[in-house]
């Protein structure tokens, strides 16, 4: 199965963060692969990522512009960084082109 | 009797909490309203430092989310306690959002900066979330009264 692993934060960490992350894993859901994206907003680290998540996932989203803890986990890993507002609206769009980018 | 969730909701959010049909011309006029709001409810003590934390936020990126509704936002040393304020507008108004549609629905989310009562903060992302679901946007902007719109809304919680 397809796994796909992120980050979502926010500045305020507050509504964008758990909305992304939601919205995206459903879109994953939807599509019958792995997606699970670790929040990082006004309640720390929630829904979060472990090393052995990290590294066996095909790719790796970074749904942020805002400084991240634990990038490390993702060492050599593929990323892709994308617009938390867009992954709110068009989580669908991403997903899908995640999933073309590990096929391809 | 009443789950701790439901009774940290009610203080959370009331039925006090929502502003039907209001008007206002620009969305500084709507953060002013809800500004103003919150010191009458005791959610802050300081009006002027609140609304600067909102258009603080505002200046970060767009609130505005799809279908009409935003979710302006302030985390702030100003507030007490987090909070949810719902306004309903009369008309729409320009605001920044993820569809460029005009905006009339709006759920202010309020927070302090101390990361104290999580379970607060724990509600307000899942109303968030909730904003999500076509079912739940729809149900909220067809609420005529603030009875209808705190029945919606508290049953997220």
Known sequence: MIKIVGIASCPAGLAHTPMASK???????????????????????????????????????????????????????????????????????????????IEN | MESTNEKEGKKMFSIEHVMMNVEAKSKEEVLKLISKKATELGITHNEELLYKAFLEREQESCTGMQDGIAIPHAKSDAVVQPSLIFVSLKNELEWESLDDKPINTIFALLAPNSNGCIEHLMMLSKLATKLLEDSFVTNVKNAKTANQVFGIVTEVF
């Open chain 1, 23 to 101: 919205a995206l894993e459903k879109a994953g859901k939807d599509r019958g692969i792995f997606v699970k994206i670790e929040q990082q907003g006004i309640m720390g680290q929630v829904n979060k990522i472990t090393q052995e998540e990290a590294q066996s996932a095909d790719l790796v989203l970074i749904v942020s512009n805002q400084h991240l803890e634990g990038l490390d986990r993702f060492k050599g890993k593929r990323m892709i960084k994308v617009d938390i507002g867009q992954a709110v609206k068009n989580a669908g769009v991403i997903i899908d082109k995640c999933i073309e980018k």
